[in-house]
């Protein structure tokens, strides 16, 4: 059986970190048998972040790393009919949501006071009183520094938002009018794509995000026609 190691749920979607909803949504795609280990201990993570897996006594962590693990291991069951060149693509969006749109998203949820607020219940609200009032402000720091590494934290608040909400336009572009990101059919692509895209139009965090999400209804209707597919027996 494969674990998966991840935080609890929250925001009523399978997972709050886009990463560890794209393992759970890629094991659902892949038909692969699995159990959730929730509130995972980060500090024991191979990588020092979740998600990772514990697979026949090995431990593997980074979701792009676990997704090679399970393809090489149990075949590629989802992008066996890509071409090299859809592979490509697939590829550049990724590094797109992954690299560059989760970092705007990480400012609406940490750095923005009224995301943090929503956050911080969200990830904390079980902790002992005197760790809820100093790990969540830990973490966000943490988040700062790291924000201002990848140079995202840089930028002004309208400049972090203009460049998210190119990538949401992008993303509504790319999709058009097909059911999945890499046409009719779906692709491990998909697991990324609606973790990313479900963490931003449904969870409360307000911000101009959001709103650029809702301005494309072909975003909403993927994102449901994929919970439909992959979660209807899911109890979130
Ligand atoms: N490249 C990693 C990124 C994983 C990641 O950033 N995880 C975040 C949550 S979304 C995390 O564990 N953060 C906790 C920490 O950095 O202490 C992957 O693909 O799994």
Known sequence: MINLYQFKPAFGLP?????CMKVETYLRMAGLPYECVNGADVRKAPKGKLPYIEDAGQRIGDSGFIIDYLVQTYGDKLDEYLSENQRAQALA???MIEENLYWAAIYTRW???AGFALTREAFFDD??????QLVPHLARRALRREMMGHGMGRHSRDEIYAIGC?????LSRLLGGQRYF???QPSSLDAITY????NLLWVPVLSPLLDEAKKHPNLEAYCQRMKTRYFATATI
């Open 111 to 113: 750095i923005e006071d």
């Open 166 to 170: 190119r990538d949401i336009t992008a």
């Open 93 to 95: 969006i990724r590094r």
């Open 127 to 132: 902790m002992p009183p005197l760790l809820k």
């Open 182 to 184: 890499m046409g009719e």
């Open 15 to 19: 997972n709050a970190s886009p990463f």
């Open 195 to 198: 973790a990313f895209i479900a």
